[in-house]
């Protein structure tokens, strides 16, 4: 209960549900249409997150949300009767912490008044496609907690409200029903499914959000918003809209409220005693008061007509008491057990290339969420001497709020300008220096040894200055997983001969090159009650070479299949699909298309063909490597596609590492890339996606199963996001792809499952972002990325078993560290953790 | 002293100076800046006032001038330092009858603090180019008395403030001078003097404004601001600004506090103790607390530096602290005598096609000043039933709110996009619907007789709907002006032969022909003691016709020349010249000009020659008329440019009805047609125009009285607006034009007088209005204008006893109003008035 000052009801006396209590009154004998005054405020999109907050680049978007704030605490002062909702902590969180005590407590009676309510309330409104859900969470988590501190139970959100994401997913709502949330809305969905809904009346439902919960563990009421989150045309009164105020003093020109109000009546409302009307829009009301003024003359002009027989009524409200009044209806809902992927908002404009825009981003921002997780660990593990040690003084929150703003559905989506892009990297790389200092305070708090531990961020592009100017030096893996994982490491190196012993002297399985090291480190589970084995490696450099033998992507695949117990001849047939990981290229639709003008964009798939162009159908092969650790062939398919095919001894999964970049556009056309697994897996037009990596979804090709789809891009219209995995099976055989970041994936012909890895487009996608989604190279003229797929090949009903610890290793990775020399004798690092109980 | 409440001078303990009494405190040792938050507020330009007023149509341009005055209240009640200063009562008027009253409490107490300060004051802020004193004195008086009125003596202005106008008129400065205003700040002058008076320090002047009135009597302090009206360059906090906010959050990115203080210690500020800084912009504070919460920031970091030995002080103030600190320093100030037109704002960017834009709005607001003054006097004459008697409610208020509107300095400036000079001229209309009424309600008081009567609103272009159809009809005439006046007038009638009687029966001198009776009405001046005479005319129709006697130009002009007593030499040798009133145009730059892009527009005239183009060079003259009243010759130029040469019996002056239109674009030039009276007059580069109407000033081609011109735009350059009248002399002759409207003059060659009449022009003139301007016709594409100009041919030292006398009848015209049949028996009109206390 809080210290909330509930108003009673007043039409009722008093309140039966505690969060009824300061709702406005309803009539129900009229059709009540609930204003809900609103703001959405992305957390970074055209300008970065603090400027959207200060209201800085103006001239790039005009937004500024302190001024919200500002504004809008002033105006519901003015009137008891009006109300606002506010939706993205992140925001509220930098101003609020700059309010002197005076305005706190204003803000804190107002909430307590529920006049201003909170909704959703977490740090952002994630994105849905491209999000993990451990992520989501955590900055549910950030948001839910200030707002919990701060204002106690009156300014917990009780309705989730995802406005704005690009289509939603089913994880999302079971999170937001295990939550606690009351309800949910959201503005975009399939625009056939918008029109079907609209007919049949089923904009309203029930979604029972998982398949292995006990219902209604994770059902959640859930509507769609009638007019997505804007106002009805006509009736915007933002400084940032142009439509008519109402004018109604007769003395002067243009008097206009009999004519505003007969529009109104004249909206078309549902056919239902309540209306939810969203009164707002992007970054609105930093001048709330041309909204607040006209909506009050609105309220009370419409009515005043009811003393005329008008049986409409209108009334200042919110998400939380029109779900009220339809809980009090008690009607029954239609049942939604799928999701909403993909988002289409016309026949050619589907929202699924936003699954991959941002390759680099997308990954760096999942390797944060892993080192975010390793520093909470260590932080717990390190005590409080971890934040302020021999260090300096470090901390997670910077992290979680980097992480947190990430999740946003303008952030890890891509679909952001560049230089909003470039802050979100710059914001978790800050978040990680923040981490950085924690870490060492906590392995020295840990390992008795103040000796600095090296991170090496580079290792991805193959640097590493410790390891390739150090004759002898030493690596400590931490590993946040709750169970025991074999990781692969592979350092660059100066020489050609090493030695490589664990912390107890004995040699440590691994490939030395002369410019890698390859190894197989095996972390254990850290447990609090014993000692931790200490997988410290040290690495000593011999002056020698030996000659290497090498392998075949044939003997690759031979090991590979060899697990299964393939026989020859069925491997044959793979084999001949794995020819396969050429990679494919989708060209851009450039916008002069007969059918549409869509163009292929940050948010927008538009290929301009549904077949693929194949970069090169013979690739280049430089055989490498097969040793007792690894075995790897590189294959080169263009000077910017190419494929490193690699297993590990030991290992179940084929490991491809991708690089693609730049993507050159000197024909005039943007590229979309992707790598196609075609296999003879019978599995006729179905597959199979998770969703925000945890539950996984059945797709099937051109069908939706909740109403009768007409395909109109055959290639775009049936992609999907994947967040971790991705699988084609039939009977006997499933074939599983791990993925090291969100992608989008589709199965297209029988057997065959795509995976989309990089793009770069040339023309913007008129959706507002305002650019070519065509990202710089740091050495190059384009974004060159690099990532991994994890292939498994099992019998459908004992692939979770293989898929799951894969993609649970993808997400929580070890974290590397070095020391130059030989780490000192009482070196005692506790490097593995107990179990998770996130 | 009214009740304002007096904040001492927290400096001083009390303050000597009543107006300086709440002030706020500025630091003698330091460099005090004076902010001054203000915003510029147009009673009308690109939208309408009422637009303006409700923000409406922010399509065209966001503005809406309720918010601003909501905003700054609010803003205002937040901390006692912040100030305000407002200027437009016509908006202000607007905003304060909708407030309820503790709203109202608030405001009076803000004023009585001298928190929000009004200055200038006027109903709008007036154009000076294109204004007529009397109109102006009206609308100042209209704004100061809604002032007094609801706020007493703390509502008085004390500073006029003309940020905006382009130009300065003497008569302005006089008229403020004597209205007892302190001072007066602007905005604009010629970036030639701006400079030299920059490097001079004579930005600060005293403006000796009139040659008549004995100094100080027109004596004015006038101050030049620093930046126009605007704030210094990266200091726009404004919602329509893009300047970076001052982030002081060092929690969040982009600090930026040092460097914007930084900036602003090195603003360049003027080298003296005070400085004022315009902290605001066109209809800027619609959301106040963007600016405020960011000076707020500027003062308090600015001002924390003092503790390190900085020197600079800035506070929150307003124009009249500012000018009490200048006062108190004691300095002594340049003298100024001559005023600030023509102003250029570059090289090739004179203002001064405004002088003539929109020729029929210009008459219009002329005539519409005289119907107002008509109006007023009915008002009076007639008593309190005149506003509410036999023909219904009527008053003059809503017509001097019209004329109020329409002083505007892009009202009457013609500077106004088309949709809103239709609406300053609805306006005038309805303005005089109400007078309608009220002075019908007059004339049946003073005249014992309900009958109603007519007003002809368009005999200008001959339509009288009831003279043109009535056997019979009576016209009354009644003269606005303190003084017997003739006036001829001409109605358009449907048969050949009337007789014109006056109201004793007595024929009147008349000349009626098959579709006019021109007649010159003598109109006596009324005297409250005494009964009036009643120029009361019956008119009635005879079938019959009569031959008409024929005059030729030669014959016009000598009997105008005669008058004058010149030889028959000389006058020949002035009617060469006189061949003249075949009418010139210029032909309008179109931006393709290799020396600047500047093109002719609503704002400014550049010709793209110096020569003007003969339209040409033999007039068709159509011989019309010699007759007892009145001898006419109508010359055709062109399809689109005629002139009737009249000379009325017992006149001095002869009378040119120009009509010039549509304005003939096919060519893909605009064109700026003028009409050039060369004489033999020997002028040496001299010429004279009045001011507002008023008084007049000496100019001289190509040449200022107060600094080195080069001049640049060898026509525009040398173009000055008139109101009322311009002329030419020399030791023996004098060439006075009267005008009926305010024009652009100028006196290019020696015995040249040219006038220009109409423009329309194919390209904006990138001064904001963003239309070309190109007026478009009732009955054909473009408009044709139409209107009168007076010449009179005198020896120097007699010619204002003939010019003064013209121009008063031009400015107060004879109101007709006409009644069907023979009037009632005990019809007794009094038509005439007493003398004009003006």
């Given at each position: 209960m809080g210290e909330c000052l509930l108003l009673l009801h007043p039409s009722t006396g008093?309140?039966?549900v505690e969060s009824l209590q300061s709702c406005p009154a309803t009539n129900p004998s009229m059709l009540n249409v609930h204003l809900v005054p609103h703001t959405h405020d992305d957390?970074?999109?055209?300008?970065?997150v603090d400027q959207y907050y200060y209201g800085?680049?103006?001239?790039i978007q005009h937004a500024g949300v302190q001024y919200i704030l500002d504004s809008v605490i002033d105006q519901l002062q003015k009137d008891p009767a009006r109300r606002f909702i506010y939706v993205e902590t992140a925001f509220f969180y930098r101003w609020w912490k700059q309010q002197n005590q005076s305005t706190q407590r204003i803000v804190t009676q107002l909430v307590n008044e529920g006049r201003l309510e909170f909704i959703n309330g977490g740090w952002c409104m994630s994105d849905?496609?491209?999000?993990?859900y451990s992520a989501v969470i955590d900055q549910m988590t950030l948001g839910l907690r200030f707002l919990n501190d701060t204002?106690?139970?009156?300014?917990?959100?009780r309705v989730a409200w995802h406005?704005?994401?690009f289509g939603h997913a089913r994880e999302h709502a079971s999170i937001f029903a295990q939550m606690g949330y009351d309800g949910f809305f959201f503005g975009r969905l399939d625009y056939q499914d918008k029109a079907r809904r609209m007919k049949t009346k089923e904009m309203e439902m029930l979604w029972?959000?998982?398949?292995?919960?006990?219902?209604?563990?994770?059902d959640l009421f859930t509507g769609v918003l009638p007019n997505g989150y804007n106002p009805?045309?006509?009736?915007?009164?933002?400084?940032s809209c142009d439509d008519a105020p109402i004018?109604?003093?007769?003395?002067?020109?243009?008097?206009?409220v009999d004519e505003i109000v007969q529009k109104f009546l004249n909206a078309?409302?549902?056919?239902?005693?309540h209306i939810i009307m969203t009164m707002g829009s992007d970054?609105?009301?930093?001048?709330?008061n041309l909204w607040y003024k006209n909506m009050d003359k609105l309220i009370k002009y419409v009515n005043a007509l009811q003393a005329k027989g008008s049986k409409v009524n209108v009334l200042y409200s919110t998400p939380s008491c029109y779900l009220q009044e339809l809980n009090l209806a008690n009607l029954t809902w239609p049942l939604k057990?799928?999701?909403?992927?993909?988002?289409?908002?016309?026949?050619?404009?589907?929202?699924?290339?936003?699954?991959?825009?941002r390759p680099a981003l997308k990954l760096y921002e999942r390797l944060s969420n892993s080192r975010l997780q390793t520093c909470n660990q260590l932080e717990v593990l390190g005590?409080?001497?971890?934040?302020?040690g021999p260090f300096g003084e470090g901390d997670s929150d910077t992290m979680k709020r980097a992480m947190g703003v990430a999740q946003h559905h303008d952030a890890v989506s891509g679909t952001e300008k560049q230089h909003v892009a470039y802050d979100y990297a710059r914001r978790l790389a800050t978040g990680w220096a923040h981490c950085e200092v924690l870490v060492r305070n906590s392995l020295a708090i840990l390992s008795g040894s103040e000796a600095p531990h090296v991170f090496c961020e580079n290792l991805n592009i193959s640097v590493c200055p410790l390891t390739e100017s150090s004759h002898k030096f030493s690596m400590n893996v931490y590993n946040p997983l709750g169970r025991t994982v074999s990781w692969p490491v592979r350092l660059p190196v100066n020489g050609s001969v090493y030695s490589v012993t664990d912390a107890n002297g004995r040699a440590v399985d691994s490939q030395v090159g002369n410019v890698f090291i390859s190894l197989k480190c095996t972390c254990y589970i850290y447990d609090m009650k014993s000692s931790c084995l200490l997988p410290l490696l040290s690495v000593r450099w011999f002056h020698s070479s030996s000659a290497k033998p090498t392998a075949t992507l044939f003997d690759i695949l031979h090991y590979f299949l060899n697990y299964f117990g393939v026989s020859v001849n069925t491997m044959v047939g793979i084999m001949c699909v794995f020819v396969l990981f050429d990679n494919h290229r989708y060209n851009a639709s450039a916008g002069n298309n007969k059918e549409s003008p869509q163009t292929s964009g940050a948010y927008i798939f538009r290929p301009n063909s549904s077949d693929p162009f194949v970069?090169?159908?013979t690739a280049e092969t430089q055989i490498v490597t097969v040793s007792s650790t690894v075995q790897e062939v590189t294959q080169w398919f263009s000077p910017w596609v190419s494929q490193v095919v690699r297993l590990y001894e030991g290992h179940r999964e084929l490991e491809l590492e991708w690089t693609v970049g730049p993507v050159p556009v000197a024909d005039g056309l943007g590229k979309e890339v992707i790598t196609r697994l075609d296999t003879d897996i019978k599995s006729s037009d179905y597959f199979y996606t998770d969703s925000n990596g945890r539950e996984v979804l059945e797709r099937r090709k051109d069908y939706r199963p909740t109403w009768e789809l007409k395909q109109t891009e055959p290639v775009a219209g049936n992609y999907y996001p994947i967040n971790s995995r991705a699988y084609i099976k039939d009977d006997k055989h499933q074939l599983t792809v791990v993925t090291d970041r969100s992608q989008g994936a589709s199965s297209l012909y029988n057997g065959s499952l795509e995976i989309m890895l990089h793009r770069r487009l040339l023309?913007?996608?008129?959706?507002?972002?305002?650019?070519?989604l065509s990202e710089p190279g740091d050495f190059s003229d384009g974004l060159v990325a690099r990532g991994r797929l994890l292939l498994t090949f099992t019998p459908p009903d004992t692939a979770a078993d293989v898929h799951r610890p894969l993609a649970q290793g993808m997400v929580l990775q070890p974290l590397l560290s070095f020391q130059d020399g030989?780490?000192?004798?009482?070196?005692?690092?506790?490097?593995c953790r107990g179990s998770m109980d996130g």
């Open positions: 008093n309140g039966l957390v970074g999109w055209l300008k970065t800085d680049r103006n001239n849905e496609a491209t999000t993990h204002f106690g139970e009156c300014g917990r959100p406005i704005d994401p029972r959000a998982s398949e292995s919960l006990t219902p209604p563990l994770a009805p045309e006509g009736f915007c009164w933002d400084q004018r109604d003093d007769p003395d002067l020109e243009d008097y206009n078309g409302f549902y056919k239902a005693n970054f609105q009301y930093e001048n709330a057990t799928d999701d909403f992927f993909p988002y289409a908002d016309d026949a050619h404009d589907f929202w699924t290339g936003y699954f991959t825009s005590g409080p001497k971890s934040k302020s970069i090169n159908k023309y913007d996608d008129y959706r507002g972002v305002g650019e070519p030989t780490p000192s004798a009482n070196t005692k690092l506790e490097v």
